[in-house]
């Protein structure tokens, strides 16, 4: 399947950046529409699981999602060897893994099917879920006045004009929560209801759409906006970026 190929690609780029040390990150990804009947029919490869919540909205839909304590940079090299097919039982009630080994999905993926859940129910064509480690992202939000949303989301946005235009909803802040918790799923929920890409203090990144690449794209943009604010800090001034009138001027010209 291509799309699995494109979440590979995606799997080594994490790697490759430096943003998914050891067993760090996840992916989850509804490929439902790209399944054949016969595939969507195939047989489960080990007893049902039952879900912590019921997700009616995602009845028989299923999801390639990657692997619990697999690597990022395993997954690119054999996405099927490190992930798995799942597919939601027809009560959204539990979940069968049908191809193409028995490998145990991510311990975060109730967090990820709530969020799809969430989002579908809006009757958003949400279809990706990346979570991942990006060091200078994350280093932003040890700094107090970064973990408000408004002025996180400008000082990447004035960075460089990129970051206004591929994240034209800004970023989402949630307080450090346990990894891997409902609270911590719930809390980037709310924040899904304004933006695409969270920030999970002292922790991650996520970025939700409906193509692997683009959440991709979005996490990279706001990576290079953090490098540019850092360097010039490193330069030892405090970096003006563009101006209001500059970011407003971006509205018109890219359709915002």
Known sequence: MAEIERIAEVAGYLWTKGWAERNGGNISVNVTSLMSEEEKTLPALCPAIDLLTPM??????????????????????????????IRISSDGKSYEIIAEQPIVPTSELPSHLMMHNYLRGLGRDIKVVVHTHPTDLIGMTHCKPFLDSEKLTRTLWSMIPE???????????????????LALAEATIRQLEKHDVVFWEKHGILAVGEDIIECFDAIDTLSK??????NARMCGYEPEGMTDQQLDDLVPAFGL
Request: proline share 7%; hydrophobic share 40%; aromatic share 10%.
């Open 56 to 85: 009616e909205v995602l009845s028989n839909h299923i999801f390639y999602v990657t692997g619990t304590g697999k690597r990022m940079r395993y997954v690119a090299q054999d996405p099927f060897a490190n992930g798995s097919l």
């Open 225 to 230: 906006s953090a490098q540019i604010y850092m």
């Open 163 to 181: 970051s206004r235009i591929i994240v034209p909803k800004g970023v989402g802040i949630v307080p450090y929560e346990i990894p891997g918790t």
